[in-house]
């Protein structure tokens, strides 16, 4: 599968005048070539239009040879999602305007990576520009991703970051080939419980991401307590904030998580489906919490994503009754749980309580494995997001 990542360089850029100019220029082309198409009256293929508006672009408007084509291409690209979205009904044909904002540049024919530098085509020519290199993006540019497209983009701040796209095929196990499955519980009464095939366990607490979470609450209880205006702009800003730590922090628990996926060769990651509660009477008080919250989900995304860069494929599980399962036995029952500990009621089979969820998904996963065997499919059915 094929896998892409965007990054984000920040530029140093001492000449904002004539990256200025370059991208008005092609923008101008852009919208040249969107004129065309329109009294074309339907999309061509780029080859086909390119014969057309290829000296005007040169000659009369002035962009390079390279930015032509690109212009061409991203043109073609704009108009066959039109016509798209008017084969569905959504929209009709229209001219497609472009704002001076972005360009498109190739890579290895109009930009060039070097270093801490970038060699960008210009109107004047090749110019080079320093970028800022962090850490984090070392692992895309080490010559393991393949560098696509990308864009020249004017931030609303009116400084120009370069979008940079890196893609890579991934090839992500099979589910019918995998042996060692890991089940992951999010948002109890830690933020992540791993357990795998071979009973190796891992909670992930986030350390002081719990006291904060009961501190906005808190915090937020007051303010709603308040009602007044000062009270809610107040509230709104929190949940903002509130927002990004929470974003943060589970940024960093999907890194821990599939990192130990990774450390414990694990082939697929099982996960609860919380999006569609089967059993309504078995709705948990987790479940209706997680019915609603983001953050849970915004986790379990991540880990998908970053489980998918490894090679990892993940499966969405029914959550109903993990919590009161017994994984021995399978017997259900509410008297399964006693405070700390999980005593099953029928075989005696006991457990750590916050480890039962996390073990219950991993051998659903598994139990899904041999479901799909029997079907003989290999792909997991995707869950469909926009039911989120
Ligand atoms: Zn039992």
Known sequence: MLTTKTIILKMDCPDPDLLDRTVQTYTEGMNYVSAVVYKLGKPRGS???????????????????????????????????????????????????????????????????????????????RRKYRFFRYPHMEQYLDGSWKLGASKLVKHQDGTYYFHLCCEREVETREVTKASTFMGVDVGQNFLAVASTTDKKCRFFCGGKAKDLRNIYSTMRKRLQSKGTRSAKRMLKHLSGRERRLMTDLNHRISKETVEFAVQNKVDVIGLEDLTGIRDRTATSKKQRYAHHSWAFFELQSFI??????????TVYVDPAYTSQTCPRCNHISKNNRHRKSFVCECCGYSIHADLIGARNIEARARTHRYTLEVQGCSQPPRRELSTR
């Open 47 to 125: 080859a086909a239009l390119q014969k057309i508006v290829y000296p005007a672009l040169r000659e009369q408007i002035g962009l390079k040879s390279q930015m032509s084509c690109n212009v061409v291409r991203q043109v073609t690209g704009t108009y066959r999602t039109l016509q798209e979205q008017i084969k569905a009904k959504k929209t009709e044909w229209q001219q497609i305007a472009y704002a001076p904002t972005s360009m498109t540049f190739s890579f290895g024919r109009d930009f060039s990576l070097d270093g801490d530098e970038m060699g960008l085509t210009t109107l004047e020519g």
């Open 304 to 313: 998908e994503y970053k489980a998918r860069e490894r090679g990892i494929s």
